[in-house]
């Protein structure tokens, strides 16, 4: 027998969390299915998350969950979605659920360079959210790997708190915005072009970074401290092809100021979606108005 929902929320970061603590207390019968993890669990050190002075990504996620589960009505599942069907059925890896209402939290995936090094020295150097974690480079050295306006925007960023601050890019010529670019040399940072990343490299803690001139092929290596990876990010929408929620170009969804997608029971919150700013407390911000949408969605169908 096909268990029914009053609403799906897929995803457990904090948007999709934070959606569930509001359906929940509604009294709306919530799965949330959560196969996707959460870009929070790779953050060593929040500081910025309202009421917590420090606290690392992995623990945060685990409040968040100890609280969802002090709420009636809520079912927290660790599934892969496969697909969303037109007769509102969410497919999973492991069965079928029926629902009334989706909110997609689903979130965003860093592009990982797929070098040596990279996750060995995961919170140990290596980053992929300079606001997240720069402060922890105050009078180090950094280098920022990226070529868009993410990218130079970290390297600016960056530079407020490093000592010296390398941007690194496989081209002559950056896609991001001329502007910006003059901006990050007025603020002296280091331009290494066109060099692609081979290693990272360290003890305990990131020391170096191995490049390849992808030109004449000869090997260079830098002594950093931090490597920020900003290689852009995929939206986990994969399972969205059948339903036909409408996207942006960049694959986010496409949703109003109140969460609400091109159909009418589907909605989405957090880095997921079209929002500009992608942070922890946006997100679940995001999720406190996709779960209130849900709950008008309800009353009036």
Known sequence: MVSEYDVVIIGSGPSGLSAAIYTGQAGLKTLVVGGFGSQLSEAPHVTNYLGFESVSGVELLAKFETHIKKIPNIELKFEDVVEITKGRAIITSKTTYKTKAVIIASGAGHNKLRIKGENEFLGRGVSYCAVCDGNFFKGKVV???????????????????????????????????????????????????????????????????????NENKEEKTILVNGVFVSVGKSPQTNFLKEVGVILNEKGEIIVDENMKTNISWIFAAGDVTNTSLKQIITAASDGAKAAMSVREFLSNN
């Open 143 to 213: 280098a920022v790997l990226g070529g868009g306006n993410s990218a130079v925007s970290e390297a600016i960023y960056l530079k407020k708190v490093a000592e010296k601050v390398y941007l690194i890019h496989r081209r002559n010529e950056f896609r991001a915005n001329q502007t910006l670019v003059e901006i990050a040399k007025k603020h002296g940072i280091k331009f290494l072009t066109p060099f692609v990343p081979q290693e990272i490299k360290g003890n305990q803690l990131v020391e170096q970074l191995v490049l390849k001139n």
